[in-house]
C-alpha cells in the first residue's frame, strides 16, 4: 500500500470514526440489543453494510460531480464545512448537558421484526444520509479516484468495527454509559474532531 493510499483510507478512518461515534438512535438501539444480546449481531451487521453502501454511493455520485465543475467543488467545500461546524457545535451542546442513555426494552419476536426495526432507525434517519452520503461523499469526492475508494474502504471500515464493537462490548459498556459524563467526554471528543475536520476542508487542506 502506497503512503497515499495509506493517508487516504486513514483519511476516511478517521472522518468515519468522528461522525459514527456521536450519540444518535442508531448507535443506543445496537448498544441496548448488545446489553440483551438479542440479535444483536445481524443488526450490526445490516448497520454496517447499510454504511458501506450508502458510503460508496456518496463517494461515486460526489466524485462525479465534483470532477465536472470547479465551482461545484467549492460549493461543496464550503457546504461540507459548514455542515462540521454545526455538527461539532451540536455535539458540544450535547456534551454540557446531562445526557445518560436509556436503555428501554424492546422484546422483538422474531429476527425480522429486529431487523425491520434497524433498518426503520437507520433509513428514516435523515442524519445518515447526510453523514454518509453528503458528507463523506463529499470529502471523498475530493481525492482522485483510486484513492477516493480507500477512502471509502477506511470510512466503511470503521463502521463494520464500530458497529461489531458496540455490540460485542455492550455489556460492559452499558454501565459507563448510563453515566452522563461519559457520553460528556465522547462528546466532547466529536466535537474537536468535526472542528478540526471543518477548518481543514475550509481552508483546502483535507484533501492530498
Excluded at 27 to 34: D, K, P, T
Excluded at 92 to 116: C, D, P, T, V, W
Excluded at 122 to 146: F, K
Excluded at 168 to 181: E, M, S, T, Y
Aim: glycine share 10%.
Amino acid at each position: 500500500m502506497t503512503s497515499f493510499i495509506s493517508a487516504s483510507f486513514l483519511a476516511g478512518l478517521a472522518t468515519s470514526a468522528g461522525l459514527i461515534m456521536a450519540i444518535g438512535a442508531q448507535n443506543a438501539f445496537v448498544l441496548s440489543q448488545g446489553v440483551r444480546r438479542e440479535y444483536h449481531w445481524s443488526i450490526a451487521g445490516v448497520c454496517s453494510l447499510l454504511d458501506a453502501v450508502l458510503i460508496t454511493a456518496g463517494i461515486a455520485g460526489m466524485g462525479v460531480l465534483i470532477g465536472q465543475s470547479e465551482l461545484t467543488l467549492t460549493l461543496i467545500s464550503w457546504a461540507g464545512g459548514a455542515f462540521l461546524l454545526w455538527y461539532g457545535a451540536n455535539a458540544l451542546r450535547s456534551a454540557l448537558r446531562s445526557e445518560s442513555l436509556n436503555l428501554s426494552a424492546n422484546n422483538f419476536s422474531s429476527l425480522k421484526s429486529a431487523l425491520l426495526t434497524t433498518l426503520a432507525l437507520s433509513l428514516l434517519n435523515p442524519h445518515v444520509y447526510l453523514d454518509t452520503v453528503v458528507l463523506l461523499g463529499s470529502i471523498g469526492g475530493r481525492y482522485p479516484d483510486e484513492e477516493r475508494y480507500w477512502f471509502g474502504a477506511g470510512a466503511a471500515l470503521f463502521s463494520f468495527v464500530w458497529f461489531f464493537s458496540l455490540s460485542l462490548g455492550a455489556r460492559w459498556l452499558a454501565p459507563l454509559f448510563r453515566k452522563p459524563v461519559s457520553w460528556r467526554i465522547l462528546d466532547g471528543l466529536v466535537c474537536l474532531m468535526m472542528w478540526t475536520l471543518a477548518v481543514l476542508l475550509l481552508s483546502g487542506n483535507l484533501s492530498p
